[in-house]
């Protein structure tokens, strides 16, 4: 059996296993999708609505990577990072044509256990640091980790070593990890954690304020405040409310696994979906996002007359007769692909559709989607190069490839 045909073979037996309420993953999966459930028979689900399709091809600049969960460029190198589920983390040169490792570092990778996020420090050139999201096994426990780590020199030769563990946080079970990390605009480590797992939020973790699952978080890695290895900054919304978390900054995430920031500095969070809905976010300070008394726009538990007061709505919901698997992007800025120009990019991972989004100036509004079409690609992550261009990666093919005209 060829190599192609056995990878789609892996896909086939997966997406059955999710239709009958398995885990979506197996130990095959991608760090990113969990419990999935088709539409029900006879269940009539209203369409997204389109604005209008735009042109787009994806081209492949490297192929051979081993499921690759985040692609991170770093500024003023030529180079992006690439982190592979298994643990290990490359350097790519910007034309695809070179590579070599950057580090290892052990993790579980159950589930949608892994390597997961990496973010650059807004100082990286001067200070070369970055930090890490990945999962550990200690015993019986798993635990989401989120580390400092220091680069001697430019990516493509110099020796990455550890600092110190930031954060860790015990997870109940292997799904709904989040994983990404992103720097906010106000200089700030923003953390997206999802629920914890299995399926429904059975611990109710997304509503908790005393636990950080199902939250993301904004820390100060610059400073640290007494008996932690970061600070909580002062303006975060719910320090020194009793019961509170301090580290949060909205809760009421199920599974947050790409979220970015748009040119405004608006947070832009992608939250994977449970039975029948996908949504993406404008998460504001404080806010609540619904999970789990929601699902996108609708009740999810209970099934009607949910309470949804202060609730944030999300500004895109498709549903699973569309897509069954959320992953988001970056706005593109670049003048690569005119179409998509100022536009927040997003796939779903299961079906391969693309849609460009118009982002509204506010968290509540509605968001005009353009089609891109659809693609024969199960796109993990985005990246953003210097010049403001997008590329995704193919988890199960390992390819890195460019939006193009």
Not at 7 to 24: D, F, H, V
Not at 72 to 80: A, K, L
Not at 156 to 169: C, I
Request: charged share 15%; proline share 7%; with cysteine.
């Amino acid at each position: 059996m060829s190599q192609p045909t056995a990878r789609r073979l892996t896909l086939l037996l997966i997406l059955l296993a999710a239709t009958s309420g398995l885990a979506w993953w197996l130990h095959t999966g991608p760090a990113q999708h969990r419990h999935h459930h088709g539409v029900p028979a006879g269940l009539n689900l209203p369409k997204m609505p389109i604005a209008g399709t735009l042109p787009l091809h994806l081209t492949t600049i490297a192929e051979g990577f081993e499921q690759p969960t985040d692609l991170q460029w770093v500024p003023g190198q030529d180079t992006w990072i690439v982190l592979e589920k298994t643990g290990t983390a490359w350097w790519l040169s910007a034309n695809g044509q070179r590579r070599g490792k950057l580090l290892q570092v052990d993790v579980v990778t159950d589930s949608e256990e892994g390597l997961l996020g990496l973010a650059l420090h807004p100082n990286f050139r001067q200070n070369g640091l970055f930090y890490l999201n990945y999962v550990v096994r200690e015993g019986k426990q798993d635990a989401t980790r989120i580390a400092e780590w220091h680069l001697d020199a430019d990516v493509q030769h110099g020796t990455a070593t550890p600092v110190k563990l930031l954060l860790e946080v015990p997870q109940p079970y292997g799904n709904h990890k989040g994983g990404q990390l992103q720097f906010g605009p106000d200089g700030m480590l923003y953390v997206g954690l999802g629920d914890g797992g299995a399926a429904g939020d059975p611990h109710g973790n997304g509503q908790n304020p005393g636990v950080l699952l199902g939250k993301m978080l904004r820390i100060d890695v610059n400073r640290q405040d007494s008996g932690l290895q970061y600070a909580v900054p002062p303006d975060n919304p719910f320090v020194g409310r009793t019961g509170w978390r301090p580290e949060i900054w909205a809760l009421g995430l199920r599974n947050p696994w790409r979220f970015s920031f748009d040119p405004q500095g608006q947070l832009i969070v992608a939250d994977v979906g449970q039975d029948l809905w996908e949504e993406v976010d404008i998460v504001t300070k404080g806010a609540n996002l619904g999970w789990n008394r929601r699902e996108g726009r609708h009740c999810f538990k209970p099934t009607e007359h949910c309470p949804t007061d202060g609730l944030t709505d999300p500004i895109v919901a498709y549903s699973h007769a569309e897509g069954q698997a959320i992953t988001g992007g970056y706005v593109a800025i670049g003048a690569h692909v005119p179409a998509l120009r100022n536009r927040y990019v997003l796939a779903d991972f299961v079906r391969g559709a693309l849609w460009a989004v118009d982002l509204p100036h506010g968290a509540t509004q509605a968001a005009a989607v353009w089609s891109l079409g659809v693609f024969d690609h199960h796109l993990a992550t985005f990246g953003r190069s210097q010049s403001g261009d997008l590329f995704a990666a193919d988890v199960y093919s390992g390819a890195i490839v460019r939006l193009d005209p």
